[in-house]
């Protein structure tokens, strides 16, 4: 099969290649996803498990991307609960080949099935974004109707799901991002949006949701009011809010949870922002543009059709 290999932790982007590999083994319980889309996080070339196994052991050339959409292919022994030719989405597993493949070994717990009437690039976009999103406004953070919540990049793939989602639950919604930003935010449905070069930023609001890290995590404590939560993703925080919380989080698998962002795109009530859609032999390109491309850069692997 084809896909995308790194072997140069070094190399960087560079050093992404489009290859031939063996056809990916089925273990218990596991997956063979046929990939017709997949998304990756671009800073992933630089995590551990892309160069490691879960023991620790080197595991090169690395398949990366986390985010997949496809088609049962193969069932592992012991798999239940999914079908061949099934059409399902999710995560894959951080110390494993990922789905910048032709084909992709997926634990099954980490799938959820996928409805006809939702593309594959559409629900590629989903996984990481839409759970890191969920759990860092609700499960980290507890936001609810009637509160105030700040979400650095707001237009990127995590943060428009994010303004979505809070929105929908009743909250204050402020986005912030560059100036380019506003209308692509405020259509999202923020109450406001703030140009992270130029307008102050407000205090005293109860969670901010973070994305960017670097010097706006750093003044993002003083934002939140005594006892608010300062959610992040990009870095462990040196400070936090007086009184309050400051949580820096790793996103994790929830299928039933995936089973309901999927329905919320169906219902229209969740509209991910799918960016520029490339085929596999452009990844590294994707990789290297992606600060350049508004919404979720997304892999085409095979055609978008059942």
């Known amino acids: 099969m084809r896909a995308i290999t790194v072997r140069d932790r070094d190399a960087g982007v560079g050093g992404l290649t489009l290859t031939d ?7 218990e319980n596991d997956v063979i996803v046929r990939v017709h889309a997949a998304g990756f996080t671009p800073g992933e070339l630089d995590w551990p498990g892309t160069w490691t196994d879960r023991a620790g052991g080197d595991r090169t050339p690395s398949v990366p991307g986390h985010e997949v959409a496809g088609v049962v292919a193969e069932l592992g022994y012991g798999t239940t609960g999914l079908t061949v030719g099934q059409r ?4 894959t597993d951080w110390t494993r080949d990922g789905s910048l493949a032709e084909y992709t070994a997926v634990e ?4 959820a099935p996928l409805a006809a009437d939702i593309d594959y690039a559409v629900a590629a976009a989903l996984p990481v974004s839409g759970l890191t999103a969920w759990q860092g406004l609700f499960d980290h953070a507890g936001l609810t109707t009637g509160q105030t919540v700040l979400i650095h990049g707001a237009a990127g793939g995590v943060g428009s799901i994010a303004v979505q989602l809070a929105r929908e639950v009743g909250a204050r919604v402020i986005g912030t991002g560059r100036a380019a930003d506003r209308d692509v935010v405020r259509d999202l449905g923020a109450h406001a949006f703030l140009d992270l070069a130029a307008d102050p930023l407000p205090g ?3 969670v901010v949701f973070d994305v960017i890290g670097g010097d706006v995590l750093e003044r993002s404590a003083a934002l939140v009011r005594p006892g608010g939560t300062l959610v992040t993703i990009a870095a462990p925080p040196t400070v936090r809010p007086k009184d309050g919380r400051a949580v820096f989080f790793v996103v994790e698998p929830d299928r039933a949870r995936l089973a309901d962002l999927a329905q919320r795109v169906r219902d229209g009530r969740l509209r991910p922002r799918v960016g520029d859609v490339r085929p596999l032999a452009e990844t590294a390109e994707a990789f290297a543009r992606h600060r350049r491309t508004p919404g979720k850069t997304i892999i085409q692997v095979a055609p978008d059709q059942p």
């Open 21 to 27: 590999l063996p056809h990916p083994h089925a273990a």
């Open 88 to 91: 399902v989405f999710g995560l």
């Open 108 to 111: 099954a717990r980490n799938l």
């Open 204 to 206: 005293d609001v109860d």
